[in-house]
């Protein structure tokens, strides 16, 4: 029996009992090549299945999900929740089921030969530890995953959906001495997967740092420019808390409906999510509401243009879905998000020059809120971290933390490289792409 025939014998079980039923399943092959002192040191396959319930009546809804698609499960959880709708209250946010667009599979999401093609992904695996070991790195370590995720969509208004994709990634840090750097590559198809530039970058990195004296720095606000991991996780970050309608309903957003239309940010800034984009990672052809996704601008030229919705909350701004029910049916989200090009070099060394004096901040992970509606948020800063004297660097920095807000980001972005790539690793929150540098004039900097 296909996942399609499972899911859909399970809605016809509680038909007539709710007013609407939706079930998701992902069915997601993948495998991690872990690497470490220049060697892979062990190879991990999984299957990971996951299915999400939605059952809604009479203005009321309730949510669950499981970790097989296996239809005795499915059946017996969606009774269990229809038995727990009549005790749960009504939501405010309520509204019927309905599509927008018609889904279907996003050009350059699959690649078939990410299935197939093992030898050459390992191949690409040593390019990337050669690379960074001839820039000068001493060892490397991370993990390569790739695999191919299946996504399936069936509700009670008789709408069926399934789409499928790829995708492969690298994390490599390249060590020298005491010195570190990360990198990454991430892809949809195996052509455009390119390891060998990320290890190029961490070891050069690290070459950069090597042999400078270390310094401390007081707190406070300083110019700095972001490698594309910290930008791609504040970005990431703020389009996902700030630029979805149900935070600004609920009063959780620096941003009101009202600003839509008007400047919130640097004239320089332009932020996009590009969820109907197939050629990137996190993208999808359909959302959790079964409506087809989009690419949606957020910010251009500083103006706030559009925000994130579903069915729910385009329904209380009197708007349509922008297909934005990502993993859930409460809090739009972004599934990729791209910042704007600008005219910075992308050139580790142009750029120091372009900066002139202030700081570079490779990498950054455990990023925490002091008040999410105010955008106040710290971020330890990871890896190499350089202060620049005249263009050039000067010493290296340690014990970081950029400790600012959201205002900062938007205000206080300057410009941008050149170019833009795909970023993304563990601690990021959603994928990105991200210019090489992005500069920050009055950036809040604190000891740790």
């Not at 996951?50 to 009321?60: D, G, I, M, P």
């Not at 009549?86 to 667009?101: A, C, I, K, S, W």
């Not at 009197?318 to 029910?325: I, L, P």
Request: charged share 20%.
């Amino acid at each position: 029996m296909s996942v399609l025939e499972v899911l859909n014998n399970a809605i016809n079980g509680v038909k007539g009992l709710v007013n609407e039923c939706i079930i998701i399943a992902r069915n997601v092959r993948w495998s991690m090549i872990r690497f470490a002192n220049n060697e892979p040191t062990i190879i991990n396959n999984w299957l990971t299945q996951e299915v999400s319930l939605y059952v809604a009546k009479s203005r009321r809804y309730i949510t669950a999900s499981l970790t097989s698609i296996n239809a005795r499960d499915i059946s017996n959880e969606l009774q269990r929740m229809v038995k727990r709708l009549e005790n749960l209250p009504e939501d405010e946010l309520y509204t019927g089921l309905t599509h927008v667009g018609k889904p279907s599979q996003l050009p350059g999401s699959y690649d078939k030969n990410i299935e197939v093609d093992v030898d050459r992904i390992v191949d690409k695996l040593n390019n990337a530890i050669n690379a960074s070991l001839s820039e000068g790195s001493s060892r490397n370590a991370g993990a390569l995953t790739f695999g191919v995720e299946e996504r399936y969509y069936v509700d009670t208004t008789g709408l069926e959906l399934e789409d499928k994709s790829s995708f492969v990634t690298l994390t490599i840090r390249a060590f020298l001495d005491d010195v570190s750097a990360t990198s990454v590559s991430v892809s949809r198809t195996l052509s455009e997967f390119k390891p060998e530039n990320a290890g190029r970058e961490a070891g050069s990195l690290v070459a950069l740092a090597k042999g400078l004296p270390e310094e401390r720095i007081d707190n406070g606000r300083y110019d700095v420019l972001l490698g594309p991991l910290v930008a791609g996780h504040l970005y990431g970050l703020l389009a996902s808390t700030w630029f979805n309608a149900y935070s600004i309903i609920t009063e959780m957003s620096g941003v009101t409906r009202d600003d839509v239309g008007k400047q919130v940010a640097s004239e320089k800034l332009t932020l996009e999510d590009l969820s109907g984009e197939g050629s990137v990672v996190g993208s999808e052809a359909f959302d959790y509401e079964g409506n087809a996704t989009t690419n949606l601008t957020i910010l251009n030229g500083g103006v706030l243009t559009s925000i994130l919705h579903n069915n729910r909350t385009a329904a209380r701004f009197g708007v349509t879905s922008t297909g934005h029910a990502v993993n859930n049916w409460v809090r739009p989200s972004p599934r990729h998000a791209r910042i704007g090009a600008g005219s910075l070099s992308s050139d580790v060394d142009t750029v120091m020059r372009e900066l002139g004096s202030g700081l570079l901040i490779t990498n950054n992970w455990y990023t925490r809120f002091q008040n999410i509606k105010e955008g106040l948020f710290s971020t330890v800063v990871r890896d190499v971290a350089l202060l620049i004297r005249d263009g050039k660097p000067a010493a290296r920095l340690r014990g970081l933390r950029i400790a600012d807000s959201f205002k900062t980001l938007l205000r206080n972005f300057t410009d941008s490289s050149k170019d833009t790539r795909q970023v993304y690793w563990w601690d990021m929150p959603i994928p990105a792409s991200s210019p090489s540098y992005v500069l920050i004039r009055g950036l809040n900097i604190t000891k740790g």
